[in-house]
Every structure is written in C-alpha cells, then in structure tokens.
C-alpha cells in the first residue's frame, strides 16, 4: 500500500490567496483526519471524518478553513483566504474505525508557508 | 475530558543505555494509548498501542511501553538506545465517542538524543 498521499508537499502562497491542501487516505479505511503541526502550539487536530461524514470540526480555527471528503478516497482542505498565522505543517491521517485497532496512519504533510 | 502530559519536553541518553520517555494520561472510561515516533521532515510513525490485555506492550523498533492504571501511565522504553532512535515521541489517548473511535488526544512530544 502506498500509505497516506498528500499534495503538495511544499507550498508557499501570499497572504490572502487561497489554499487547497489534498489527501487520498489508505484505501479501505473509513475515517480521515486533518491536523496542523507548529512549534508554538504542537500538534492540532483541526477536523475529522468518520466515513465521509465530518464528526469534529471544533479544532477548525475559524471561517476561512474549510474541509470536504466528497468520496473515500479523497479530501481537501481548503484555506481561504490565507495569512501568515497559517504557515505551519499540515497532516492527513486515516484510521479503520471500528475494529479493535484505531491506530492512524499519517502522511508526509504539507509544509506551507504564507508570506 | 480526555489528556494525555509527556512531563519531558527532552531525554537525553547515551547509546547504549536503556531509555525511557514518560507519558500520562487522563480519561473517563477504558484508555485506549499510542506511541508514535516523528523524524525530522517527516509524518507521524505508529509504533505501538494498548487496547487491552497484556500491559507490557511491544512495538516497532524494539521499543515497548508498559500500562500502569493505578499510575494512568504509559511510558516508552527501550532496553539499549541506538544513535538512530533520536526524534520527537509522541504519546497519545483516543477519546471515544458512544463507544466508537474518535479523535487521537497527544501530548506535546518528547525529543529523543541518543549521544554516541
């Protein structure tokens, strides 16, 4: 299995352009998260999906992120519009819910910075 | 509400020497626990989980962590640290949510230094 495949890997935008972060999860699992990871505040679980269906999404900082999982296989998220407090690594991790395993699986991340 | 405390932000050993990172933990109900390791420029690694049974647990890399409920503690170790284990250890707690998985709870990460 190739794993958890983001896109891109880097990104570097201006403040006030708008951000699309891409994850396909592992094939088969049915719950998908999103995290952001800084040196100040650590790791972040912004939203989670628990099969398409958005369960979480208190961790959203605010209305300019948004997030969508329009099939199994795939999700965005979506920052709009961008500022310099974005920059930071973002994480898209899958998990097969409901068995007794419950582990996640990260991808590499998106590092993005936002001048 | 469920949390998890790494009280270490770094652990510092010799190769070598045996080595363990602390974490732990707060939750209402059955604790369900993770390690996972992070190098440099890189995503989260599992490496191990306690679900139940058996509280030694083993994992990748010949690390194993022991569950202690009386001390809700969940501390990584491992026998004979090598160079290579250097990195940042998270521990975390998956909060559930009528009985289904939700969201993994972390810490705020140990950094690992094994010195040669």
């Known amino acids: 299995d190739a794993g958890v495949i983001q896109s891109p890997r880097h990104e570097v935008t201006e403040m006030g352009q708008e951000v699309t972060l891409r994850c396909k999860p592992i094939?088969?699992?049915?719950?998908l998260f999103w995290y952001r990871q800084t040196m100040m505040r650590g790791l972040e679980l912004l939203i989670y999906?628990?099969?398409?269906?958005?369960?979480?999404d208190s961790g959203m900082p605010e209305d300019r992120f948004s997030a969508k999982m329009p099939n199994a296989s795939f999700s965005t998220l979506k920052i709009q519009p961008s500022e310099p407090r974005d920059s930071a690594v973002y994480f898209c991790?899958?998990?097969?819910?409901?068995?007794?395993?419950?582990?996640?699986?990260f991808g590499p991340g998106t590092r993005l910075t936002v001048t | 509400a469920q949390s998890v405390a790494q009280p270490e932000d770094q652990v510092n050993v010799a190769e070598g020497n045996p080595l363990t990172v602390k974490c732990t933990y707060s939750?209402?109900?059955?604790?369900?626990l993770f390690w996972y390791v992070q190098y440099p420029n890189r995503g989260l690694q599992f490496l191990l989980k306690?679900?139940?049974?058996?509280?030694l647990v083993k994992g990748s890399y010949g690390f194993e962590a022991e569950f202690n409920k009386s001390q809700t503690s969940f501390h990584l170790k491992k026998p004979s640290a090598l160079v290579s284990d250097s990195a940042l250890y998270f521990c975390?707690?998956?909060?559930?949510?009528?009985?289904?998985?939700?969201?993994?709870?972390f810490g705020k990460g140990t950094k690992l230094s094994v010195k040669p």
């Open positions: 306690y679900i139940t049974g058996d509280n």
């Open positions: 939750v209402s109900g059955n604790p369900y």
């Open positions: 999906f628990n099969n398409n269906v958005p369960i979480d």
């Open positions: 975390a707690v998956s909060a559930l949510y009528g009985g289904s998985q939700g969201n993994l709870i």
């Open positions: 094939s088969g699992h049915n719950s």
């Open positions: 991790a899958s998990s097969l819910a409901g068995q007794l395993t419950y582990e996640q699986y």
